[in-house]
């Protein structure tokens, strides 16, 4: 069955980098648009990033636009989320989620598959 596995978190200080990444099996990896999404303890999931299937494309949540940077490699189906100049506030634990239908509704939170997410860490 289709899988999102992702990787890269943990614990870092404030002003830190991480590279989180998401590899995906038994999906038809290039025809999906990507997103990452992110919950915070108490806190409803939200939108972080989006990428198109093609890759030409993306957009940011405005707290994350500069400082995070998505991208896919659809050979090895694959999607990273590069994050740079961490904040305590984006501490969460990050899901990636691979949606066929239009950009939109990924901007939404809606997708056909999720993974099981990765836990951020920020620390002040």
């Known amino acids: 069955q289709v899988q999102l596995v992702e990787s890269g978190g943990g614990l870092v200080q404030a002003g830190d980098s991480l590279r989180l990444s998401c590899a995906a099996s038994?999906?038809?990896?290039?025809?999906?648009?990507m997103g990452w999404f992110r919950q915070a303890p108490g806190k409803e999931r939200e939108f972080v990033a989006a990428?198109?299937?093609?890759?030409?494309?993306?957009d940011y949540a405005g707290s994350v636009k500069g400082r995070f940077t998505i991208s896919r490699d659809n050979a090895k189906t694959t999607v990273y989320l590069q994050m740079n100049s961490l904040k305590p506030e984006d501490t969460a634990v990050y899901y990636c989620?691979?949606?066929?239908?239009?950009?939109?509704?990924?901007?939404?939170?809606?997708?056909?598959?999720w993974g099981q997410g990765t836990q951020v860490t920020v620390s002040a």
């Open positions: 989620a691979a949606e066929h239908g239009p950009m939109d509704m990924l901007l939404t939170g809606i997708a056909n598959y």
């Open positions: 038994a999906l038809t990896f290039g025809s999906y648009n």
């Open positions: 990428i198109t299937w093609t890759g030409g494309s993306t």
